[in-house]
């Protein structure tokens, strides 16, 4: 961040400028566990909603945009460099989302490079919809793995490993994602709580 912004505040902020991109893409992940949760939660966990349609709703939302953007990214390298340079394989996992996070990453310089998050999202998505699925049938399963994955997530992201599923852009994913998910069920039941306590306090 501060290698492409004019440092005018750096006194200030040097907090943000320290972190960079970085400080977006833990922010990013974690509002995101947060407003899944909120309006996925009840319905995954109740069985109201098959892992079909929650993928399919997922993926419209952030398909389009990402294929455009990295079709015009792919368009740059082919007009700089030429058809015969376009690696096949690499132009496959930029078209099915699994550029970034997923057996090997493309190289950053060949599609749209901060669309990587989307990549690993899908990823987490999967992971998530399962995870909520056993809320109802036993929540105290469901809240030991949340803490399993919060830490095995900040393990991968540290520890920076280069292993198919296991990089540490699906760690920070992980992470901050199931952290935001933790976020909105403390939120909650803290809520239902103050509700509950209300309730008896005015009968």
């Not at 939302?61 to 096949?88: D, E, Q």
């Not at 099915?96 to 990453?105: I, K, L, Q, R």
Request: charge should be positive; charged fraction near 15%.
């Amino acid at each position: 961040m501060g290698g492409y912004f004019p440092q005018i505040f750096i006194r200030e902020l040097g907090w943000c400028y320290f972190w960079g991109g970085c400080l977006g893409n833990t922010f990013f992940f974690m509002v995101s566990g947060f407003l899944l949760s909120h309006g996925y939660e009840d319905r995954i966990s109740k069985g109201e909603i098959s892992f079909v349609e929650f993928m399919k709703r997922r993926i419209i939302k952030i398909v389009p945009l990402y294929l455009i953007t990295n079709l015009f990214r792919v368009g740059i390298n082919i007009a700089s460099t030429g058809i015969a340079a376009l690696k096949f394989d690499d132009l496959l996992r930029v078209l099915f989302m699994a550029a970034s996070g997923w057996v090997t990453n493309v190289t950053p310089s060949y599609f749209n490079a901060p669309t990587w998050f989307v990549c690993v999202l899908n990823i987490v998505y999967i992971i998530y919809y399962f995870v909520t699925k056993i809320k109802n049938k036993n929540r105290d399963v469901y809240f030991l793995l949340l803490f399993i994955i919060v830490v095995f997530g900040r393990s991968l992201y540290v520890l920076n490993l280069k292993i198919p599923f296991m990089g540490n852009g699906i760690g920070l994913a992980l992470y901050c994602f199931f952290l935001g998910v933790v976020l909105h069920e403390l939120i909650t039941s803290t809520y239902d709580n103050l509700k509950r306590t209300v309730w008896i306090c005015g009968t």
